[in-house]
């Protein structure tokens, strides 16, 4: 696994597909558009950032979230230090990455900043202003039930539960709601049920929201204090 990287083509121009679950990396609608209203807003940033406040992600993919958490970090002007910790299986080239972020020019300088310094097996990268980005690679269902940090919000970002089940289990949702803080909160584009059921069974207390572009639904949850 630690040696396994993604496999993608491309489509709509910049929008990369994953060829092994055959599902795209972000919306073919607007894939920053969609990180914002599901991540953001879906937990509630960047009202809730404060120092030490601690993002975690399954999901890496092509970086787009976290690089939309940086920007919005930077421009709350937010004291202190962010973390984000992400959870990545198969982890995408430095070259598919740019070529990925090339549609987004508002976040120019801080890919420029991820990209010259991507290292998938680097476990931890300090950028500027305070914000720290660990991957974890490999299965997140080996590594999450190992890993000692807490989160103030989860961003879901898996492929679909459809193609990719492993990644939405009850089990490692469970893990999910073990590994966030009290008042934490989950965001997730999808709202399948089993997805709610599990996050639900984590202790989570579940709502379903207004989704992005043509999905009519999403998930948020949060663990009571």
């Not at 120092?51 to 919005?72: K, M, Q, R, V």
């Not at 202003?129 to 961003?155: H, K, S, V």
Request: proline share 6%; aromatic share 10%.
């Amino acid at each position: 696994m630690q040696d396994q990287r993604a496999d993608l083509e491309w489509r709509t121009g910049d929008v990369p597909v994953s060829t092994r679950f055959d599902d795209p990396y972000f919306s073919l609608e607007n894939g920053l558009a969609e990180t914002r209203h599901v991540f953001l807003d879906g937990n509630r940033l960047p009202a809730r950032f404060r120092d030490g406040f601690h993002i975690a992600e399954l999901g890496f993919g092509t970086g787009l979230n976290f690089l939309c958490t940086a920007l919005a970090w930077m421009q709350a002007g937010a004291p202190g230090s962010l973390r984000f910790t992400s959870f990545e299986a198969y982890p995408m080239t430095a070259t598919d990455m740019a070529r990925a972020h090339a549609a987004f020019p508002e976040l120019s300088a801080v890919s420029e900043a991820l990209l010259s310094t991507w290292r998938p097996q680097r476990a931890v990268t300090t950028f500027g202003n305070g914000i720290t980005l660990e991957i974890i690679t490999g299965d997140a269902r080996d590594a999450l039930p190992d890993w000692q940090g807490q989160a103030d919000a989860w961003f879901l970002d898996g492929f679909s539960p459809a193609k990719n089940p492993e990644l939405w289990g009850p089990d490692l949702m469970a893990q999910i709601g073990a590994h966030t803080l009290p008042g934490g909160t989950v965001a997730t584009y999808t709202a399948a049920g089993s997805v709610r059921r599990g996050l639900t069974g984590a202790g989570l207390r579940v709502t379903r929201q207004p989704g992005y572009g043509r999905k009519r639904h999403m998930t948020v949850a949060e663990r009571p204090q």
